[in-house]
Every structure is written in C-alpha cells, then in structure tokens.
C-alpha cells in the first residue's frame, strides 16, 4: 500500500472532524492536518537518552527479525530537517548508528491529542509525493509524552538492520546547552561541516591533510576486503552536546560515525574553549581542549590540544576535498 501523503490526506479527512458542517474548507483542513504532524515531530526534536522497558511491545506486533545480532536502541536524536541519527547497542555491547529520516503519518481521524506513527526511512529515499511505508526501516508507535519524556513502541520495518525485535521503550531528553555566550555565531556552530584539512604538529613539525590519514588508519582492513572506504569527513555539533564524526563516501553517503559529548569549558568566560569527550563516564576535567579560532557561516577552524598534540582543523561549507587512496 502506498498512501498519498499531504494533499490526499488531507482531502480523506474532509469533513471528518465535523461531520455536521458539509461545507469545510479543504485548504483549512489541510492546515490542520500540517499543523498537528508539525507540533508532533517538533516535539521529538532533540537528544533522547532511551532505556529498553519490555520485549516486545504494547502493539502485539509479531514481527521480528536475525539479519544480524540483536539490537537495541541506545539514545536517538531527532533534527528539525527531520534527519535522525540512532545510537544501537547489541548483545555484546557493541555500539552502531543507523541514520536516515523521519516522517510522522496520521492513520486516522486527525483529532486533538491523536499521537501519528514516526516511520523511518533510509537517508536516500525519496519522502515526496507518494510513500511506500512498507520500506520504512521501522518506526515509532503509541507515542506518549510523560512528565519524565516519553514512553513508544519500536517496530522493525523492511530492512536488515540489527534492529530487528520489537521493544517497548521510555526516554528522557537531553537538556539544551547555553549557547548565548556565542552570540551571532551560535547558528554557525551547528551548521553541516566539511572537513577540508587537517594540520597536526609534533614536536614543531607540521603534517598537514592529515584527515585522509586518519581514514587510511581507521579504515586499513577495507583495502584488502570489499567494505567502502570514506572519501572524506565531516562534523556536525548539536546544541543537546553530541559532536559526531562523519565518515562520508564520494557521493556524500554515511560510511561511519564516531560520537563524542561536548561542552563549553567554563573556565573561559568568552565561550570560546569547550570540551569533548568520547566516554559518557569519563570526568570533564580530562576531556580535549578545543579552541574556536575562527567561524562566521562559510568557515570554521578549530584548535584541539591532546597528549602534547595540536590539530588544527579547517571546516567549510560547501567545499569538499576527497581523499584519493
């Protein structure tokens, strides 16, 4: 089955909140039919720290899957793009990501309150017009906002993903940082950043495009087996404290992703200094001191000290430097 979304919908539920009243207009219905979607996934924008409550889940579905070990949700964060990143652990601990994007869809009557089901696609399929929802990698259903965050379903969809068993589960949201100690430049830390060099110095000697050596080491085994090596990398920073490295291919897909938590370093009153970490556990005080040296809304460049190290890196917008292998 593949609905019609938008317009469709829309025309579907024309006159169904008001049954008595045969003379609706079909363009306010189909504002009301967007505005609710909007308010629901508005308010799944963010980071959400999630904790697995039941196997199974509160929907009785029976679908579940063994592509691949058994895997749970860890935290997800939800962008106002509706882009999303999911954070999936497995039985033996392992950590992985599966992105793509979100779209909430009304199955029935749109009235007050009514909760829609979050369908999650991969992050090439195509959302416009005419949606196949059997191709969604899965989705979040029975919705429910608590006074603690929220409480949903997650249902494996068409795909090989390790998510593959159904769980019922609740989440609590990150808090925002502060960021008005950056003032105008608040936007420009959270655009989409490209990595175009890297410059490492040991011991007063510079190496520089240093960042197509770190893909070389960190992807060294894909040189001998069929697995895709990244052409280049990119960071994006989340007003919720992620810091995720992108490891993307020549057509700008997804390879990999490494995560980090971030703060700024109070110790500097200008809000120029934050801190990374790559453990959730680890103490601030020992996490990587980077350095805003420059950023406007075309270029970023940071300074980062680690173990007697500088990296000083260059970002850009649009211009992209593939590493060739």
Do not use: H
């Not at 317009?7 to 039919?33: I, R, W």
């Not at 691949?68 to 962008?79: D, G, P, T």
């Not at 404290?241 to 897909?253: I, L």
């Amino acid at each position: 089955m593949k609905p019609i979304l938008f317009s469709l919908m829309a025309l579907m539920l024309l006159g169904c909140l008001d049954k008595k009243n045969t003379a609706v207009d079909p363009l306010v219905e189909k504002q009301l039919f967007l505005e609710l979607q909007l308010q629901a996934e508005v308010q799944l924008v963010g980071k959400w720290k999630v904790r697995k409550k039941t196997s199974g889940s509160r929907s009785n579905s029976t679908q579940s899957k063994s592509f691949l070990a058994n895997c749970s949700i860890e935290n997800f964060e939800m962008f106002g793009n509706q882009n999303f990143i999911i954070k999936t652990v497995d039985d033996n601990g392992n950590f992985n990501f599966v992105t793509g994007q979100y779209y909430s869809y009304f199955e029935s009557v749109v009235i007050q309150g009514k909760i829609p089901r979050i369908y999650l696609f991969a992050a090439d399929y195509d959302l416009k017009d005419t949606v196949d929802f059997e191709a969604a990698l899965g989705s979040i259903e029975n919705l429910a906002f608590t006074s603690d965050g929220i409480e949903f379903d997650y249902i494996p969809g068409n795909s090989d993903l390790c998510l593959n068993a159904p769980y019922t589960y609740e989440a609590a949201k990150e808090e925002k940082l502060d960021v008005d100690g950056l003032g105008e430049q608040a936007t420009n830390l959270f655009l989409d950043w490209n990595l175009k060099n890297l410059v490492v110095t040991v011991n007063g000697s510079e190496l520089s495009d240093f960042q197509c050596e770190i893909i070389a080491q960190s992807f060294e085994n894909c040189f001998d087996e069929s697995c895709t090596i990244p052409s280049y990398i990119s960071l994006s920073i989340t007003e919720y404290g992620s810091y995720y490295w992108k490891y993307r291919d020549v057509n700008n897909s997804i390879v990999s992703i490494e995560d980090a938590f971030w703060k700024f370093d109070e110790r500097d009153p200008t809000a120029q200094t934050f801190l990374i970490k790559y453990d959730a556990l680890k103490p601030w005080d020992l996490g990587n001191i980077i350095k805003i040296i420059r950023l406007d809304s075309a270029t970023m460049e940071l300074l980062e000290t680690r173990d007697s190290l500088e990296y000083r890196y260059l970002f850009t917008i649009n211009d992209v430097e593939n590493c060739t292998f």
